[in-house]
């Protein structure tokens, strides 16, 4: 499988392959890394928020709107910091 591999780039894990850092059915950041590349892997951001290289296979390149990508690469926010809102639904 061929991805385009920018910083920009993003990848659906099909499969997890038995990676405790995968996980299926979610969206990782895909670093360039060519030789990787040449290899039959690819280089992603897993769960340990480190990159690491994994078999191509189990990745489908996504393409994302400007704004998610903008979203997904800013830095990551505690949810326990955060204030929780009351949604109000309309009657």
């Given at each position: 499988m061929?991805?385009?591999q920018s910083s920009r780039s993003f990848a659906?894990?099909?499969?997890?392959?038995?990676?405790?850092?995968l996980e299926a059915r979610k969206v990782y950041q895909v670093l360039p890394?060519?030789?990787a590349a040449r290899e039959?892997?690819?280089r992603v951001v897993d769960e340990s928020r480190e990159d690491y290289?994994?078999?191509s296979d189990l990745f489908v390149p996504?393409?994302?709107?400007?704004?998610v990508v903008r979203r997904l690469r800013g830095p990551v926010r505690s949810r326990s910091?955060?204030?929780?809102r009351t949604i109000r639904r309309a009657r």
């Open positions: 061929t991805l385009q659906l894990c099909v499969e997890d392959g038995g990676m405790e850092d890394d060519r030789e039959g892997y690819i290289i994994y078999p996504v393409r994302l709107p400007a704004a910091g955060a204030t929780r």
